[in-house]
């Protein structure tokens, strides 16, 4: 796939394996469930950031022992596939991005598959703000106090190293590094990660795909009826 333009867009993912991916989420709805409900999800991002005509996405996928795995799961997606190098989440973001620089990208985003209310709008926002000239950096706030997006018009590790990471203060701690280092930055607006049970809005994922929130019910339903018949198995006779 050849360069589009000036706009490159980082996926990162995991390979849905029981017990590597959502362990948080799977300790309320257990870790078959959790893995299903993040195949789902992450499926989804992948699908909805692909193939863009305004950006060229790349998703950074890890382990990369499941190389051939992941390209049966998401290898016809207009995409183009790199496995995540090693180290602290920090380190491969940075690097992430410095690939992305080499190539001749002027302006670089990344997200998760946390987030499945991000929009293309979305995307759209923060790469019109990093173009614009105002902004070399732009920040998009979760709810749990960590961010769904981060972009870049230059390199800089000032974001990345020595980052607390998985704590309700990523964002604050970010965009406090980016005042101090006079890296003028966007917020834009707040969305919620899947993280834990109590995340997932069946009500609000309907109003980004009917579809995926479809999905998203049938995995908890089934999981509900589970931990029910778990339930009832318990009581004294």
């Known amino acids: 796939m050849s360069q589009k333009n000036d706009n490159a867009l980082i996926v990162f993912l995991k390979y849905p394996e029981t017990e590597k991916v959502k362990t948080r989420l799977g300790k309320d709805i257990g870790e078959q469930r959790a893995m299903e409900l993040y195949r789902e999800t992450a499926g989804f991002v992948a699908d909805s950031f692909s193939g863009q005509e305004n950006w060229t996405t790349f998703l950074l996928y890890t382990p990369k022992e499941r190389k051939k795995e992941i390209f049966k799961w ?20 940075s690097r992430a991005f410095e690939r992305c620089f080499s190539l001749g990208f002027r ?10 209310m ?9 790469f019109s703000l990093l173009s614009g000239g105002e902004f070399e950096a732009v920040l998009g706030p ?4 960590g961010y769904y997006l981060l972009g ?17 203060r990523v964002f604050k701690e970010t965009e406090r ?3 101090e280092s006079g890296l003028r930055h966007a917020v834009m607006r707040e969305l919620a990660d899947i993280d834990e049970e109590k995340d ?25 009826k589970i931990r029910t018949q778990k339930n009832e198995e318990r009581k004294p006779a």
């Open 74 to 93: 998401l290898g016809g997606k207009e995409a183009l596939f790199f496995a995540q190098e090693t180290g602290s989440l920090g380190q491969r973001m």
């Open 152 to 168: 870049l018009c230059r390199k800089t590790d000032v974001v990345f190293q020595d980052m607390q990471w998985s704590t309700s």
């Open 177 to 179: 590094r980016m005042r």
């Open 107 to 116: 302006n670089v985003v990344i997200i998760g598959t946390d987030c499945v």
């Open 142 to 145: 979760a709810t749990d106090g």
């Open 200 to 224: 997932i809005s069946i009500k609000d994922i309907m109003t980004r795909d009917p579809e995926l929130a479809r999905r998203l019910e049938q995995v908890l339903l089934k999981d509900q």
């Open 118 to 126: 991000i929009t293309e709008e979305d995307v759209e926002t923060a």
